[in-house]
């Protein structure tokens, strides 16, 4: 017998309902907040299952505070924005003792008084998230975003069980209660879940933040509910300011509503405390079961918070007092190369695995090569090595094992470890030049190809490019102009129309205007201007080519690093074929008149200012025409400019303009230049 409707339910019903919703919450807060169970395993899931039981009866009665809520819903297509209702603010941070006594120096003076109480807590290292109670009911909780608007993770957080879904006595709550926090997984929990992963052939988590805001923004709460969080509470903020004088009792009140709270607070009465505290703490820090990066010093008078004030990002009377990041000892197994999306050669060390503040660390970034040269690091070689917050761990140092074996030293690589083109070094960076084929830079380098700047081909966005390349359908930039109907429709999304446009945007494309050619080839160093001067200069694509670095650099705005970076890409012979493979597809690049006459242009000489939006070109287009056709544009008006082009809403460049006599043209008048 199934009933929806509330009358109908009889009273006994109704009380056993609340009863075991109360009994649930009483066990989870003695599971998850205090650590010592009462019942077993069993008699609570009896109690789960009659609960939903219950509820599956009389489904009008389900409401999403109940526990039976806490297992995860239908996954969601993305998350609502969701704005704060005070900013979450972030905290300066200092590791050195003096600078936190000038922060102490500073509260005084600035309060004028002599000596201050401070409250202060473990900075616990997981991810902020705001929860909002009504009526001591929990209704919504968001990540920090960027301070002031967050993404709604409601049925996320209702996963976790740490977190009460009804604070205890209600009548005695501020009608609206908003909550700080810090949602993390304990160190225990999350070797349980890394070796679940691996066993189930996933990618672990680096550290437990990771796997914190991994498992938190979890479209599929389901997945979250499967995840080991917890959190603690931090601050409290009431609409009214009905709280209490000071935060220490503010956050004493949250742990009596039941929401969990940092065991190891203190109450500080001068900066010496705090500091000892911190050194305690930090003596802790190995045996904790959760991980923390430092502690946080807040001045404890909600009056005096006030008094201090904020800043933009971070409030005056609080600061976070950081640890020195942590660091072990190991070895280094080998050094292997990775190639990034830019291009640029990572090296990475990889380490003989050694734990580091409970996490187990067997690689370590090595930045760059001149690093790996300057710190002589080789493979065999005995390292420190330092893991510091959410970042990569460092490979700080080589130690000097006296009797030690070392390896032959780093040597940079001379080919691409991906596409064996050959590298180039820039700065203390080596990159590889074969970006036209590498396949750690192709989707970059296919996506700048086809942009507004440079190709500018139709229907073929980030989304196609990536499924193109997913598919294996296109490798290089000449694949492009190879690919047909049939092959388009195997891919998700497309049908007659859309790979009809596809393809006749691509054969569009095939007359190609040398300097967005130029730019979209995705030379390093060359960005769109460049490639007009280049384009200005050689007129076409076989005198760039052919080019050599001497010749190059005596061209104005040309430096030695541009230089070597278009020599290096026409040296490399994989480009150089798929630029043959292009031609012979039917790919014809301009050639411009470079002789003197051409200075001739239509426009040569003439200097333009853009002012407003244009409905038909973006700003990036109505420079390329201007130039294209000999003027230049600047970004000021003075005597000298000869048109002041004005789109909708422009700005004080047409005031200016006006005052100074120079020729304003609409939108309409641009284009009939263009077209005269
Ligand atoms: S107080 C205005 N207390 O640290 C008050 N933050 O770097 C700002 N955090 O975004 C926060 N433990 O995610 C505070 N006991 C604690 C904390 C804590 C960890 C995090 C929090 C904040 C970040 C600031």
Redesign the pocket.
């Known amino acids: 017998m199934s009933s929806d409707s509330l009358g109908e339910i009889p009273e006994y019903i109704l009380a056993r309902l609340r009863e075991l919703r109360e009994q649930i919450q009483h066990h989870d807060q003695l599971y998850y907040l205090k650590d010592r169970p009462e019942i077993s395993d069993i008699a609570y899931d009896q109690l789960f299952q009659e609960l939903q039981s219950l509820e599956a009866e009389f489904p009008s009665l389900l409401t999403p505070d109940s526990p039976t809520q806490r297992v995860g819903g239908a996954p969601l297509e993305q998350f609502q924005k969701a704005k704060h209702e005070f900013p ?4 300066d ?1 200092h590791v050195d003792v003096a600078d936190v006594r000038a922060f102490d120096q500073r509260v005084l003076r600035e309060l004028d008084i002599d000596s201050v109480e401070y409250t202060v ?4 290292d997981g991810l ?1 998230v705001e929860l909002i109670y009504e009526e001591g009911t929990f209704i919504r909780g968001s990540t ?1 975003g960027d301070g002031i608007v967050g993404e709604d993770i409601t049925v996320n957080l209702r996963t976790i069980r740490a977190l009460p879904l009804q604070l205890h006595q209600p009548e005695a709550i501020p009608t609206k209660v908003i909550v ?1 926090s ?1 949602v993390y997984i304990p160190l225990e929990d999350f070797h349980v879940l890394n070796t679940r992963l691996i066993q189930d052939g996933e990618e672990p988590f680096a550290n437990p933040r990771n796997a914190a805001a991994g498992s938190l923004r979890q479209l599929d709460s389901r997945l979250t509910a499967d995840r080991p969080l917890t959190l603690t509470c ?2 409290l903020k009431t609409q009214t300011n009905e709280r209490p004088a000071t935060h220490w009792e503010a956050v004493t009140k949250l742990g009596e509503w039941g929401l969990p709270i ?1 065991q190891h607070r203190q109450r500080c009465q001068s900066i010496d405390e705090v500091i000892a505290f911190h050194t305690d703490i930090e003596l802790q820090r190995n045996q904790l079961p959760f991980e923390i990066d430092g502690i ?1 010093v807040k001045v404890d008078r909600y009056v005096w918070q006030q008094a201090l004030g904020e800043k933009s990002r971070s ?1 005056r009377w ?1 600061m ?1 007092f950081k640890f020195p990041p942590r660091q072990e000892i190991t070895k280094v197994d080998q050094i292997i190369v990775s190639v990034g999306r830019t291009g640029a050669l990572t090296p990475i060390a990889i380490l003989n695995p050694v734990e580091i503040g409970g996490v187990t660390v067997s690689r370590a970034s090595l930045h760059n090569i001149d690093e790996v040269v300057r710190k002589d690091i080789r493979p065999g070689d005995t390292i420190k090595v330092e893991r510091a917050g959410d970042v990569i761990p460092d490979v700080v140092e080589r130690i000097d094992v006296p009797g030690e074996q070392r390896a032959e030293p780093f040597t940079p690589p001379t080919q691409c470890p991906v596409c064996q083109s050959h590298t180039i070094q820039e700065g203390p960076i080596l990159f590889c030049t074969g970006q036209t084929v590498c396949s750690a830079q192709l989707k970059g380098a296919l996506e700048l190809y086809v942009s507004k700047g440079a190709m500018n081909i139709e229907g073929l966005g980030r989304k196609t490019v990536a499924q193109l390349v997913d598919e294996g359908l296109v490798q290089d930039l000449a694949d492009f102009y190879s690919l047909t109907k049939d092959q388009l429709f195997t891919l998700e999304g497309f049908a007659e129309k859309s790979a009809t446009q596809l393809l006749e945007g691509i054969e569009k494309s095939k007359q190609a205007p040398l300097p967005r050619f130029i730019f979209g080839l995705g030379i390093r160093n060359v960005g769109a201007h460049i490639a007009q001067v280049l384009a200005k200069h050689f007129g076409s694509l076989d005198n760039l080519r052919t080019a050599p670095k001497e010749s190059l650099e005596l061209i104005h705005e040309i430096g030695p690093e541009i230089a070597s970076s278009v020599e290096s890409f026409f040296q490399e012979p994989k480009n150089l074929s798929v630029l043959q493979r292009m031609e012979e597809l039917g790919v014809t690049v301009e050639i411009i008149d470079t002789s003197p006459l051409s200075a001739d242009q239509p426009l040569s000489g003439k200097i333009f200012v853009l002012t407003g939006t244009l409905e038909g070109f973006s700003r990036q287009e109505a420079k390329q025409q201007i130039e294209t056709l000999g003027g230049r544009v600047t970004s000021s008006v003075s005597k000298q400019t000869d048109y002041v082009v004005a789109g909708s809403e422009p700005g004080s460049k047409l005031d200016k303009a006006q005052a100074l006599g120079v020729t304003v043209l609409n939108e309409e008048g641009f284009g009939n230049l263009l077209n005269e």
């Open positions: 979450l603010l972030s905290l941070s807590e473990p900075k616990y902020s920090r700080r810090e931090y601050d940092p946080v409030p609080a976070a």
